[in-house]
C-alpha cells in the first residue's frame, strides 16, 4: 500500500488566461477526511476533477492510491466513488433505479454491497419508488451519496456535498461520513462553509487556486496569529464600524452575535474597553477568545493580499 | 426601523394538489428592518416568498405587501420590491453599466436619474473602473455585491433575497452585510433567507419555518432564550430536527 | 456486458418517461403521414377524365375500360382532336387527358411497344402526380397480364405531360422525404440531446468516472434510438403503402438495410453534434439547423436540385439525406436492385465513416 491515498504534487491547471489552479500540492492519508475549504471559484471543483482522472493538469502529478490520475485513469475510475457539485441523479428515474443504475455500471448489485449505504439509505428507502426529481434536497443528497458509495470505492471523492442544503442535512452528512470513514475509506470533501472544517482530521484553505494552509484543524487554529477578542454590545453596527478603524485593531469582523477583534502586538482587553467607552458604548462585553477556522482563513485572505 | 408593518400576512395557505406547501402562515415584517427568513429545505420558505413577490397566487389568506393587495394590485408590488437570489444575478455577457441600465430601464427611472445614481454607486463601492467591464469578468464575490446594488437600484421599499451569500468567502459575505445594513439604514426593508446560521443573528428579527410552518419567530436573542441554547445553530436544528 | 445492459435499460427508462421524446419519437412520424395521406386520398376519387383515341383498336378500347373501371376515374369526354385538349383542360372539371397514339395495337404487336400520353392539371400538384401514377399503374397491370399470356414481351410507354406547373414533384417524393425527415429527426436530434442532457445534469462526469468505457457510453446511448428509428422506418413504409399505395417494388430486406445504413449516419452525426453541443439546447438548435433544414430544403425533397443555384447544388451534394432519398426512391418506386444503388451506398457509407471517425476524436475520454 502507498503511504498515502492521495498525493499530489505542483499542479497547476489554467482555463486559457484564468488560472485556477497553482502549484498545488498536499497528501491525504489512508482513511481519513480531508476538508478542501476554500469559496467558489477558489479551484475545488477542478481540483477533484483532475483527481477523478477528467482533467489533465498542465503540470503536476498526482495519484489516488498509487495510481496516476493521468496514465492509469482506468484504475483509478474502478477505485474511485464521485460525487460532483449540482447531485448528478437521472430526475425521472426513481431512488431504487438510480441505485441500481449506479450499482450495474459499476459490475455490482445493491445487495452486494448494501451493508455500506445502508446506514444512509434505510433514510430514503421509504421513498423508493418515488422519482429522484421529486426528492427534498437532503434526501438528494443522501441517494447521490449512495449512489458514489455503492461499487465500494477507496476513495470518495465529494464536491460540495452540503452547499444548498439546511443545517440539519448538512449535520446528518457529516456523521454518515465519520461512520464510513470506519470502514476504511479515504474522503476527500470539498466546501465553502468554513464551520464545517471541524468535522474534518485534515483540512487544506483554498483560494483563487492556492493552497492557503495545509493542517489539523485545531493546529490551524492554534497558528492564528494575533491575539483576538470577542466583543458584543447593545448597537451592533456602530460597534462594529468604529472597530473597524480602530488603530491599534488588526481586524474586526462580525462573528454571529458578536464580534471577532484582533489586536495588535501587545494591546489586548484593556485597550478595547477604553476605545469602546471612549465611543460612547455602555454594557459591552469583551472576552478572549479562540480563533475558528473563519478567522484563520480571513487572516490568511489578508496576509496573501498583501502579498 | 419602526413598528409599522410593511408586510402583513394572515392566514397564508398554499397548496399544490394535497401537498400544503404553506400552512396557515402568520407574520408580519416590520417597515426598514432584516428579517431572517429561515427554514429547512422543502419548508416552503420559496413558495412563500415567490407568493410575496407577486408570482404566485396564494390558496386563501390576506396578504398586503408594500400596502398593496396580494390579490389585486401585484404590479404595484412589483415596482416597488427588489429581488435578488444566488441564481439570478446579473446577465455575464453585458458590461456593468448596460446591466444597470437594463434594470433602471425596466422600473422606468429616466436616463439622467439612472446616471446620477450609477456615478453615486460607483463611488460608494470605489469601483468606477468596473463600469465598462463584462460582468462575466468579474469575481463571484463582486457579482453578489452588484447584483445587490442592481437589486435596489430602483429604490424599493422591500427587497427580497434569497440566499445571496452561498458560496461567497467569509470576507466578502461580510462585505456583503455591510450593503445589507447600509441599504436598511437607508430604509429598505430586508428580506432575507440564508443557510449560513451565523447570518442569522445579523437579522433584527428572524422566523423559523418547519414543514410549511412557522415554528418561531422572534429577535435572535429572545430565541436562544426561549429554548435556551448559545448560539442561532442550536435554535435551528432543535427546531428543524424535532419534526 | 450487463454493465452494458443496465445502460441502455436506463436510456428506455428515459425515452419512455419524457411524454416529449415519446412524441417526437411517434407522434410526428405519424401524424405528418396521416396528414400527407388525408390531403391525398379524398383527392383521388371519381376523378374526370378525358380520352383521345387515335387508335380505336381492341387494345386502346380494353385499356380504356379497365381505367374507368376503377373506382378513382370517370371518363367524362371522349375528344376528337388535339385541338380540344387545351379547351377541356380550361373549361371543364378535366384533370387528366390520355391520348393514344395512331396504330396502338398495331404498333403493339410489331414492335411490341406503343405509346400513351398522359396529360394532367398539374395546378393541383399532388393530385396531378396521383392521378398520373394511378393511371399508369392501371396500365402496368394491363401489361403485366397481358405478358403472361404472350410470347413477346411487350411495353406501353406512357409519355407524362403535366399542363400548367411541369416542374413539378412527384408526391412519391414525400414518402421517402418524410422517413429521411423523420430517421433524421429522431436519429440525430434525439441522441445529441439525450447526451447533452447527462452533460447538463452533471451525470456525464459521473459516467466517465464510471468503469464503463467511452464506446460504451456511445453505443448504449446509440442503441435505443437504432432500434426506435428503425420502427419509425417500418411504421413509414407500412403506412405510406396503406395509405398512398406507395408500393415497395424493390426488395424490402435491401430498402430496410439501406434504411439502417442511413439511421446509423445519422446516429453518428448526432453523436458528433452532441461533442460539440454542451446543453440541450445547443443540441437542438444545431439539429435543427445544421441537419433538419438542409433536409427539407436541399435533398431534393421538396424543392428540385436541378433547379437550384449552383452553389446550392454544390451543397446538395454533401447531404446524406439526397442520396438516401434516390436510394429509397430507386428500391421502392423503380424497383431497381443494390446494383443500381450502390453508388449512392457507398457515398452514405463514407460518410458515416468521417463522421464516426471526427466524434471519437471528439468525444474524450475526459472533460474539457
Not at chain 1, 226 to 253: C, E, I, T, W
Not at chain 2, 163 to 190: H, K, M, S
Not at chain 2, 197 to 215: F, H, L, P, Q, W
Not at chain 3, 233 to 257: E, R
Request: proline letters at 4%; a neutral charge; glycine letters at 6%.
Amino acid at each position: 500500500m502507498p503511504d498515502y491515498s492521495i498525493i499530489i504534487q505542483n499542479i497547476s491547471k489554467s482555463y486559457g488566461q484564468v488560472k485556477a489552479l497553482t502549484d498545488v500540492s498536499f497528501q491525504v492519508e489512508h482513511s481519513e477526511i480531508f476538508g478542501l475549504i476554500g469559496p467558489d471559484g477558489a479551484g475545488k471543483t477542478t481540483l477533484f476533477r483532475i483527481l477523478t482522472s477528467l482533467l489533465i493538469p498542465d503540470s503536476g502529478v498526482a495519484t489516488v492510491e498509487g495510481f496516476d490520475v493521468v496514465k492509469s485513469y482506468k484504475q483509478i475510475r474502478q477505485i474511485t466513488g464521485y460525487m460532483p457539485g449540482r447531485f448528478s441523479l437521472y430526475y425521472d428515474l426513481t431512488v431504487e433505479e438510480n441505485l441500481n443504475f449506479f450499482a450495474t455500471i459499476f459490475g455490482t448489485t445493491i445487495e452486494e454491497n448494501y451493508h455500506l449505504i445502508r446506514d444512509i439509505y434505510v433514510q430514503i428507502e421509504p421513498f423508493k419508488k418515488r422519482r429522484a426529481g421529486n426528492l427534498s434536497g437532503g434526501m438528494k443528497q443522501k441517494l447521490a451519496l449512495s449512489c458514489a458509495l455503492i461499487h465500494k470505492p477507496k476513495v470518495l471523492v465529494l464536491d460540495e456535498p452540503t452547499t444548498g442544503v439546511d443545517a440539519v442535512s448538512r449535520k446528518e452528512f457529516w456523521e454518515m461520513l465519520a461512520k464510513l470513514k470506519e470502514q476504511d475509506i479515504t474522503i476527500i470533501v470539498s466546501t465553502p462553509y468554513m464551520d464545517e472544517a471541524s468535522l474534518c482530521d485534515h483540512v487544506a484553505l483554498i483560494q483563487k487556486g492556492k493552497i492557503m494552509t495545509i493542517d489539523t484543524p485545531a493546529k490551524i487554529i492554534e497558528a492564528y496569529p494575533d491575539p483576538l477578542y470577542k466583543v458584543s454590545g447593545p448597537n451592533m453596527f456602530n460597534l462594529l464600524n468604529q472597530l473597524r478603524n480602530f488603530p491599534k485593531a488588526k481586524s474586526a469582523h462580525r462573528f454571529g452575535d458578536s464580534i471577532h477583534v484582533a489586536m495588535k502586538g501587545d494591546f489586548g482587553q484593556a485597550e478595547i474597553e477604553d476605545f469602546t467607552k471612549e465611543k460612547g458604548h455602555e454594557e459591552i462585553q469583551v472576552k478572549p477568545v479562540n480563533a475558528t477556522i473563519e478567522d484563520s482563513f480571513m487572516a490568511l485572505m489578508n496576509t496573501n493580499n498583501d502579498k | 426601523m419602526t413598528n409599522k408593518p410593511i408586510i402583513k400576512v394572515e392566514n397564508l395557505v398554499k397548496k399544490f394538489g394535497n401537498f400544503v406547501a404553506n400552512d396557515h402562515l402568520n407574520f408580519e415584517v416590520y417597515e426598514g428592518e432584516i428579517f431572517g427568513f429561515l427554514g429547512a429545505n422543502g419548508a416552503g420558505k420559496t413558495t412563500a416568498i415567490r407568493i410575496l413577490c407577486g408570482l404566485s397566487t396564494p390558496t386563501s389568506g390576506n396578504l398586503n405587501v408594500a400596502g398593496f393587495d396580494i390579490y389585486k394590485q401585484t404590479e404595484l408590488i412589483k415596482r416597488n420590491i427588489g429581488y435578488m437570489s444566488q441564481k439570478f444575478s446579473l446577465y455575464e455577457n453585458l458590461t456593468l453599466k448596460e446591466n444597470i441600465r437594463f434594470y433602471a430601464g425596466i422600473y422606468g427611472l429616466s436616463s439622467k436619474e439612472i446616471n446620477k445614481r450609477m456615478d453615486n454607486l460607483l463611488e460608494t463601492l470605489k469601483i468606477g473602473d468596473l463600469r465598462d467591464k463584462l460582468i462575466g469578468s468579474l469575481p463571484l464575490g463582486w457579482k453578489q455585491k452588484l447584483a445587490f446594488s442592481v437589486a435596489i437600484f430602483h429604490r424599493p421599499r422591500i427587497v427580497f433575497l434569497d440566499e445571496p451569500t452561498g458560496g461567497v468567502d467569509p470576507i466578502t459575505r461580510r462585505q456583503f452585510w455591510d450593503l445589507i445594513y447600509q441599504a436598511a439604514n437607508d430604509g429598505i426593508t430586508i428580506f432575507v433567507t440564508t443557510h449560513y446560521m451565523d447570518e442569522a443573528e445579523y437579522c433584527d428579527r428572524v422566523s423559523i419555518m418547519v414543514d410549511g410552518r412557522i415554528e418561531a419567530l422572534d429577535t435572535p436573542a429572545g430565541l436562544k432564550k426561549t429554548y435556551k441554547v448559545s448560539n442561532m445553530d442550536e435554535v435551528f436544528l432543535k427546531l428543524a430536527r424535532a419534526s | 456486458m450487463k454493465q452494458f445492459l443496465g445502460f441502455i435499460k436506463k436510456e428506455f427508462y428515459h425515452i419512455f418517461r419524457d411524454p416529449r421524446t415519446l412524441l417526437v419519437l411517434f407522434g410526428i412520424p405519424v401524424a405528418q403521414l396521416l396528414i400527407f395521406g388525408y390531403v391525398v386520398t379524398t383527392e383521388v376519387k371519381n376523378i374526370s377524365v378525358a380520352i383521345l383515341d387515335r387508335s380505336k383498336d381492341d387494345v386502346t378500347r380494353e385499356i380504356t375500360q379497365k381505367i374507368i373501371e376503377s373506382d378513382y376515374f370517370t371518363l367524362t369526354q371522349n375528344l376528337q382532336s388535339d385541338t380540344q385538349i387545351e379547351e377541356v383542360f380550361k373549361t371543364g372539371n378535366i384533370k387528366e387527358v390520355i391520348v393514344f397514339e395512331p396504330n396502338f395495337a398495331q404498333k403493339l404487336g410489331r414492335d411490341g411497344t406503343a405509346q400513351i400520353q398522359l396529360i394532367a392539371d398539374a395546378s393541383d400538384a399532388n393530385t396531378a402526380n396521383l392521378i398520373v401514377n394511378y393511371t399508369s399503374a392501371i396500365i402496368s397491370d394491363y401489361v403485366q397480364k397481358q405478358n403472361k399470356l404472350q410470347l413477346m414481351p411487350m411495353q406501353i410507354k406512357p409519355e407524362v405531360r403535366m399542363v400548367f406547373n411541369e416542374s413539378l414533384q412527384s408526391v412519391y417524393m414525400f414518402v421517402p422525404g418524410t422517413m429521411a425527415l423523420i430517421l433524421m429527426l429522431v436519429s440525430a436530434m434525439m441522441t445529441s440531446i439525450s447526451i447533452a442532457r447527462e452533460k447538463e445534469l452533471g451525470t456525464m462526469e459521473v459516467l466517465l468516472v464510471s468503469p464503463l468505457k467511452p464506446a460504451q457510453i456511445i453505443i448504449g446511448k446509440v442503441i435505443p434510438y437504432v432500434a426506435l428509428a428503425f420502427i419509425n422506418a417500418v411504421t413509414i413504409i407500412v403506412l405510406g403503402n396503406l395509405i398512398f399505395g406507395m408500393p415497395v417494388n424493390g426488395s424490402l430486406t435491401l430498402l430496410l438495410a439501406e434504411s439502417l445504413l442511413f439511421i446509423s449516419l445519422a446516429l453518428s452525426l448526432g453523436i458528433l453534434i452532441s461533442t460539440i453541443a454542451k446543453t440541450q439546447q445547443v443540441a437542438m438548435f444545431i439539429s435543427l439547423f445544421a441537419l433538419m433544414l438542409p433536409t427539407i430544403m436541399l435533398s431534393g425533397f421538396i424543392f428540385p436540385i436541378e433547379n437550384m443555384p449552383v452553389v446550392l447544388q454544390m451543397i446538395s451534394h454533401i447531404m446524406p439525406p439526397k442520396y438516401f432519398i434516390i436510394i429509397i426512391k430507386n428500391i421502392m418506386i423503380k424497383g431497381t436492385g443494390f446494383g443500381f444503388v450502390w453508388k449512392e451506398t457507398l457515398v452514405l457509407i463514407a460518410m458515416m465513416m468521417v463522421f464516426i471517425l471526427l466524434s471519437v476524436k471528439k468525444f474524450k475520454i475526459r472533460l474539457q
